[in-house]
Nanobody, 124 residues
Framework: QVQLVESGGGLVQAGGSLRLSCAAS????????MGWFRQAPGKVREFVAA????????YYADSVKGRFTVSGDNAKNTISLQMNSLKPEDTAAYYC?????????????????WGQGTQVTVSS
């Protein structure tokens, strides 16, 4: 059974940093790429960042560009998200996702595996 397990969430003051990690287990096999999404209370899930293994290209939402850095290991099916200069509006549950089929990096519905989420809270 494939599982994606996130870690690294927590409470941080505005301007601080956190690093999220996610590892896939259970025989996910080869994936096309992995990504991060977030969902704040009362809001829809939104794309944050992603990495496509072919070519190693990375993608970011405009709201996090320049502050967040995504990295990963294709062979291990792991992905991390370094979050710097955090803002209160970054507060959300962050979800790791993986796709083992052709997908659109910013579209959550095109990923076929999801983690349970990790909470990030940024205080002002």
């Amino acid at each position: 059974q494939v599982q994606l397990v996130e870690s690294g969430g927590g409470l941080v003051q505005a301007g601080g940093s956190l690093r999220l990690s996610c590892a896939a287990s259970g025989g996910i096999g080869s994936s096309y790429g992995m990504g991060w999404f977030r969902q704040a209370p009362g809001k829809v899930r939104e794309f944050v960042a992603a990495i496509r293994w072919t070519g190693g290209n990375t993608y970011y939402a405009d709201s996090v560009k320049g502050r967040f850095t995504v990295s990963g290991d294709n062979a291990k099916n792991t992905i991390s998200l370094q979050m710097n200069s955090l803002k209160p509006e970054d507060t959300a549950a962050y979800y790791c996702a993986a796709s083992t089929r052709p997908y659109i990096v910013s579209v959550g519905g095109s990923y076929n595996y999801w983690g349970q989420g990790t909470q990030v809270t940024v205080s002002s």
